[in-house]
T-cell receptor, first 116, second 114 residues
Framework: GENVEQHPSTLSVQEGDSAVIKCTYS??????FPWYKQELGKRPQLIIDIRSNVGEKKDQRIAVTLNKTAKHFSLHITETQPEDSAVYFCAASKKGGSSNTGKLIFGQGTTLQVKP | KAGVTQTPRYLIKTRGQQVTLSCSPI?????VSWYQQTPGQGLQFLFE???????NKGNFPGRFSGRQFSNSRSEMNVSTLELGDSALYLC?????????????FGSGTRLTVV
């Protein structure tokens, strides 16, 4: 079935260091991979996404890479800041049959702590 | 531009009761998806509606149902509530519900079943 594995479950880094979160998906038909940041008590917010026809995408300090062959994608945060502390979720979605689907399969989340 | 609005923000219900949650998508968005978030199970897909039709359904019992109105607003209903239904229920709206069109989440409804 559809599954997304996310690692690590917790990650602690010093301010200024880089953080990497990795996800693996099971359904080879998946073609859209968003990343969400959820601060305590708040809604998940889309921070970056990538489609299957692209190998890498960057937005300032955040980048996402996709390896379709290995079915895994990663989030890279450089020059981390205390305000980056949050839970990060990866997700995968696919076009389903004759109609498109709005179903996101989420990873279990990574709690990132950036120590000042 | 207003975001995704969910009401109410908090609910306390008794086991066996039923509950209805509401979601108003971003103006112009036609796809509304619902998710259940719990500490143990994470974010799990409930169902998706597009143009008043349920287009996709997750692995939840029939006690969980939903609908979408002509103005794209959506409601989800949970009947015969169980303690395990306590969770944050999130809805997300998208322009077309297609991969590549970002899904924007609402702030959620925190349901507590006692």
């Amino acid at each position: 079935g559809e599954n997304v594995e996310q690692h690590p479950s917790t990650l602690s880094v010093q301010e200024g260091d880089s953080a990497v979160i990795k996800c693996t998906y099971s359904d080879s038909a998946s073609n859209y991979f968003p990343w969400y940041k959820q601060e305590l008590g708040k809604r998940p917010q889309l921070i970056i996404d990538i489609r299957s026809n692209v190998g890498e995408k960057k937005d300032q300090r955040i980048a996402v890479t996709l390896n379709k062959t290995a079915k895994h994608f990663s989030l890279h945060i450089t020059e981390t800041q205390p305000e980056d502390s949050a839970v990060y979720f990866c997700a995968a979605s696919k076009k389903g049959g004759s109609s498109n689907t709005g179903k996101l399969i989420f990873g279990q989340g990574t709690t990132l702590q950036v120590k000042p | 531009k207003a975001g995704v609005t969910q009401t109410p923000r908090y609910l306390i219900k008794t086991r066996g009761q039923q509950v209805t949650l509401s979601c108003s998508p971003i103006s112009g968005h036609r796809s509304v998806s619902w998710y259940q978030q719990t500490p143990g199970q994470g974010l799990q897909f409930l169902f998706e509606y597009f143009s008043e039709t349920q287009r996709n359904k997750g692995n939840f019992p029939g006690r969980f149902s939903g609908r979408q109105f002509s103005n794209s607003r959506s409601e989800m209903n949970v009947s015969t509530l169980e303690l395990g239904d306590s969770a944050l229920y999130l809805c997300a709206s998208s322009l077309a519900g297609q991969p590549g069109y970002g899904y924007t989440f609402g702030s959620g409804t925190r349901l507590t079943v006692v």
